[in-house]
Every structure is written in C-alpha cells, then in structure tokens.
DNA sequence: CAGTATCCCCGCTGATACTG
DNA sequence: CAGTATCAGCGGGGATACTG
C-alpha cells in the first residue's frame, strides 16, 4: 500500500488526471475570470468587459471548462433579453489559496527571472 | 500610488508578464522536470528516463526554457564522451512551495472534479 | 444579451534522422 | 551522451459573421 501523504512530502506525483486538471484550471484566460469572479458574480459581458483581451469564442470555452469542472456555475434568468451569471462554487474557492500562492510567487520573483532572462539571452545572444 | 500588497489582498494582478511567466514555468513538461530536480541533480538521460512521455525535443526545449528563467542550472562536465548535469537553482527552489499548494489542491479535488464532470457531460450529452 | 457557426492560421508536438 | 535538424499534423485561438 502506498502512503501519498508521505510520499507527496518527498517528490510528488504529476500524473496524466493531475496534469490535465491543473491545464484547465490554469489555462490563459481561467485565472483571469476566476480573478473576477471571486470578486463577484458576473454576467458574460461584464466579465468580456474585465478581461479585454479575451474572444468571445475563448472566453465561453473558459467559462463552459470551469463550469464543466464545478469551478464555476451558470445561473441563466428567464427576463427579455436573457441573463446569464456566472458565479464561483465552493469548490472553486478552494482554488483560491493555492493560486493566489503562485501569482505571489510570480509577482515577488518576476524581476530576478527578468533579470536571469537577460543574462540568459546576452551570453547566448 | 499603488499599494500592491493591499490590493493583491482583495484581487491579484494578472497581467501579460506574469502569464507568460507563468506558462513557462508550468508548462506541459516543467513540473515533472522540477519535481525530479528538486530530489537531486540530474543528467539529460535520466531526466528522459524519469519522464518517459517526452521526447528529446521536448525534453531539450523545456530545460532550455527553465535555465532561462534562472529556475534550473547547466553544467557541462568536460569528459568523453560529455556529461551535461542539471540541478535546480535557489530561485527555483522558491517554486517548490506554491507548487507543492498547487498539486495538492489537485490531489485532494481530484475526486470531486471528476464527479462534476460526469454530472456535466451527464447533463448536456 | 449571450452566445453559435465558420474559416483560417500558426505554433506546438511528436516522429524521425543525424552528429560532435 | 546530449543534443540539433527537419518535416508533418492537428488543435487551440483569433477574426468575423450570424442568431434566439
């Protein structure tokens, strides 16, 4: 039998489940929208409004992803015109620790990577 | 001016260098690449050996993009025929953490993500 | 308002072959 | 051993147009 708990503490596992969650959860526009809708719930328009630079094509994808993964829920309300809003799940905010952890990673450390980048780039040139 | 650490409190930035960053440093093979690093150095082959999934051309892209971004280290014993060890980097060392959070929200929400896909797909057929 | 439906491209990936 | 070189395929992603 096999302890994960301790064995997790030494070298963790990456298998094919794990890595595909973490590319669907993580993927380019997914933080972004979970980034607004742990602000609040959003309808599809003002989440396209809060994150520019995304398609309408992406950002359904996204949001149908997530939801798909009950990162997220889809309340559709019958009114002319329809209303959709989208709101974080329980499970979604689970995320929240965990990945606020790496954007404060990448926020602190950004710059020696920057740096590392152009010291890379300069002896290779 | 701008008082990031009060703002991240309430929503993190998630602007076009950290994603980049982001995607280089968790891409498809960098995990697994980090994960064995962290244990100890590694030559080219073992490396292969480890991940059996990737290719040489992968394998050489990833570890080029990680030396890079300052997170692994190239070392390039002269013998014949040559020896290249890598190992991880203090910088990289400070990966360790987030990503360790990361897998293991994964490990832990595994189960319930894979009951949320099946009520979806279940659902929507 | 909240999406679908198409078309198209290009960038990543893998497969394969070759080399100092 | 530790790569580089080349080619091919396909899938994600954007641009655009249309719809209940």
Same mark, same amino acid.
């Given at each position: 039998m096999?302890?994960t708990t301790t ?6 596992r990456?298998?094919?489940?794990h890595?595909e969650l973490l ?5 380019k526009?997914?933080?972004?929208v979970?980034?607004e ?5 959003c309808r599809f328009n003002?989440?396209r409004?809060a994150?520019?630079? &995304?398609?309408?094509k992406?950002?359904? !994808?996204t949001?149908? @992803?997530?939801e $798909?993964n %009950?990162i997220i829920?889809r309340h &559709?309300?019958a009114?002319?015109?329809? !209303?959709?809003?989208y @709101?974080i799940? $329980?499970? %979604?905010?689970?995320l929240?620790a965990p ?7 990448a ?9 590392a980048?152009?010291?890379f780039d300069?002896?290779t040139?």
């Open positions: 096999r302890d064995a997790r503490a030494e070298e963790l990456i298998d094919a489940p890595r590319d669907q959860v993580l993927d526009w997914s933080l972004s979970l980034n809708l742990c602000e609040r719930p003002e989440l409004r994150v520019p630079a &995304v398609t309408q992406s950002l359904t !994808a949001l149908r @992803r997530l $798909r %009950g829920e &559709v309300v009114t002319r015109p329809v !209303a959709v809003e @709101r799940t $329980r499970l %979604g905010k689970t929240r990945v606020d952890a790496l954007l404060e990673w926020d602190t450390y950004l710059p020696q990577i920057e740096h980048r152009k010291a300069a002896e040139e």
